[in-house]
């Protein structure tokens, strides 16, 4: 059976005093507070901002030491590449985490690539190369463009022991007039499963903007859904990680909570 990781993805902010922090809880002290309800954190700053050693030293101090974490690529490596340096850019990024390493708490480096990243043959060349680059340490990559949803791309993940992240999110095919759910593969090509919840507001996805695209609460009976993938993947893999991105109003916090009830239950009346 796998270890169960269930976090959000980032932490601070403001808006979820009230509905996930106390009130009166200073901003410097939210950390502390989440390491105290969740055992892994997504750490998505890394994506707007390259950290540095001390960044996640001060995480690891501020969080005890409870706290597992997931660090996002730096969008100089996933959306704003520039291949004359993007092995320098690497080098630094991991120089950045290599504290996260040695204490045993990086659970992996998320590679988010967006719906323009398309599975082409320059994009292909570039992905495979980056992986060779980043070999030595735990990866998964998310892929927004649904193209590269398929047994090829799969299996070239597994050779690279490269995991891949189970998004559920909106998918508006505006091309063809259809608006649903991205395609939901349960695959496994590492030891690690990665589910990440980005929500369900399929008006505000492309319009919307960093909070209003991830406004959305998902319901006890949409969250169960998930309840017998999870428990699949968690037979089947070393380390499951669940993240929910809806962060708008505290809703990732309060749906992380309700999926880790849920999946608890199903342990409890197992064991009746």
Sequence with gaps: MGELLIGTSGYDYNEWKGGFYPENLAKAKFLEYYASQFNSLELNGTYYRMPGPQQMHNMIDRSGGKVKFTVKAFSGLTHTIDERIYRQVV????????PLFYRNLLLCVLFQFPESFRYEKHERIYLDSLLKEVSDIPVVVEMRNTKWQNDQVYNALRQRKVGWCIADSP?????IGYTGHMKLDYVITGDIAYLRFHGRNAEMWYKGDNVTRYD???SDAELQMFVEPIKHLLQNTKIVQLFFNNH??????????????LLNNEKYAKSL
């Design 171 to 175: 998918l508006t095919m505006q091309d």
């Design 216 to 218: 959305y609460l998902y």
């Design 248 to 261: 708008a109003k505290a809703q990732a916090a309060i749906n992380a909570r309700k999926i880790e009830m």
């Design 91 to 98: 080098l630094e990024f991991k120089k950045a985490i290599e």
